[in-house]
């Protein structure tokens, strides 16, 4: 029996092991995962990891001898099936079991898998977890041609990656733009030119018929329209499902990930629920109820997860920000552009550096800064604030966002 349980031994759940520990918490806390290692950091695995430039220990989040040193026991390989909400009985998937006084649910979500005939095959990837990039890279030197589908961030940095490594890459996109999900289209004409650039194929308004397979591996990718495009190694980053089945059969409150309230609790008593698995009610989203899929939410979360639990509550309310890096850019977001219905450009995207300013009834709700460090730092505080700039000023790039925030 444990003080503490908490399950997912990734971003969240490592974060809300050490803090807790920090605050001084000394009780016994468990941190349960299914992977096979201690926690490490999950954005290399589409950069410097994927790229071969950075060795496993370089992206744990801590040293591996930190668990055991702050006495948090560490339980990697162990896969939660079951929660016992009355009992407070946690119960693996080989049957053991493990009683908790308070759980922290911390278990993101399993990549979205095509559901085509073949997309089972040899060389069909997902880019989610560490076993899965060593895979990839464990095929690359047989494979010249490489089909990625879906134009999001995970798929662009893959293909960025996999195009430095001197693969031909094609991206194949079901909807008419890349990055269509999460950012406007000027940001979206940006990277599809830079991949271009760099011989990168993009196609738009495509969808996947089935995988080609030959001898057990994919060969190709056959679309609806009957076109088959060659390829090697296929790689599927098409979104996650939160992984949140054993709280919805215990009872939660949820689908599309777990409800929380603003302190991270879920319907269930003593049970909370953080990161990209926990759907709560974000200010910066106009108060709806999304997931966020981001580092800063999940460290944010688990933060308010622990000082809940240790009688200090402060209702979330962080700032959302992101990053992504291709090629030589670095993309940093802050806020959230869901809802917007303007933008304005500060800067020239031929120039490679340059934001896209996101408003809502001419308040500031985002921004995507491309290589625009201090348009990142300085917009924080208009999007934490809400302010309303004038537009004139906001538009140029030579006025510094920190002389708008009043
Ligand atoms: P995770 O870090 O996914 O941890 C969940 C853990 O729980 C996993 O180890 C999972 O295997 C385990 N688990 C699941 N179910 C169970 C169960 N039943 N029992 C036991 N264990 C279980 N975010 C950014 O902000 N910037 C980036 O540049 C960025 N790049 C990314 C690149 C890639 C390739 C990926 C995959 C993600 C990226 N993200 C990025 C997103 C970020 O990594 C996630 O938002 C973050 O990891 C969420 O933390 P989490 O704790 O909710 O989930």
């Not at 803090?19 to 941190?31: C, E």
């Not at 040193?69 to 990697?76: G, N, T, Y």
């Not at 494979?143 to 893959?158: N, P, T």
Request: hydrophobic share 45%; proline share 5%.
């Amino acid at each position: 029996e444990f003080d503490i349980a908490i399950v997912g031994a990734g971003h969240g759940g490592a974060q809300a092991a050490i803090l807790l520990r920090q605050l001084g918490f000394d009780g016994s806390i468990a941190l349960i995962g299914d992977e096979p290692d201690p926690p490490y950091e999950r954005p290399p695995l589409s950069k410097d990891y994927l790229a071969g430039e950075k060795e496993f220990e370089r992206i744990l989040i801590r040293p591996a001898s930190f668990w055991e040193e702050r006495q948090i026991a560490l339980l990697p390989g162990i896969r939660i099936a079951r929660v016992d909400p009355a009992a407070r009985i946690l119960t693996a998937e080989d049957g053991t079991g493990f009683g908790y006084g308070k759980l922290i649910w911390a278990t993101g979500g399993a990549p979205r898998l095509l559901s085509c005939q073949g997309g089972d095959l040899g060389g069909v990837h997902v880019v989610r977890r560490r076993a899965e990039v060593d895979a990839i890279r464990s095929e690359l030197d047989d494979v010249r041609r490489v089909a990625v589908i879906g134009g999001g961030y995970i798929g662009l940095e893959a293909a960025a990656i996999l195009n430095g490594l001197g693969k031909e890459v094609v991206i194949i996109e079901a909807l008419d733009r890349v990055l269509a999900r999460v950012a406007g289209p000027p940001i979206s004409e940006f990277y599809q030119g830079e991949h271009k650039a760099h011989g990168v194929a993009i196609r738009l308004n495509e969808t996947v018929d089935h995988i080609i397979g030959r001898d057990g591996r994919a060969a190709g990718v056959h679309l609806a329209t009957g076109e088959s495009i060659a390829a090697d190694m296929v790689i599927v980053g098409i979104g996650i499902v939160p992984a949140v089945q054993p709280l919805l059969d215990a009872g939660a409150a949820g689908g599309n990930g777990v409800e929380v309230d603003n302190l991270c609790r879920t319907s269930l008593p003593d049970i909370y629920a953080i990161g990209d698995c926990a759907a709560h009610e974000n200010r910066f989203a106009g108060g709806a109820r999304i997931r966020l899929e981001s580092v800063q939410n999940a460290h944010d979360q688990a933060a308010t997860a622990v000082k809940a639990i240790l009688g200090q509550p402060e209702p979330y309310a962080a700032v959302p920000w992101f990053w992504s890096n291709q090629y030589d850019l670095k993309l940093q977001t802050v806020g959230l552009s869901i809802g917007y219905d303007r933008t304005i450009l500060r800067g020239d995207p031929d120039e490679r550096s340059f934001s896209l300013v996101y408003l809502r009834e001419g308040r500031v709700i985002a921004l995507d800064c491309v290589n625009a460090v201090k348009d990142y730092v300085q917009g924080r505080k208009l999007v934490a604030d809400a302010i309303a700039p004038d537009l004139e000023k906001l538009a140029d790039k030579a006025t510094p966002l920190k002389t708008l925030d009043v």
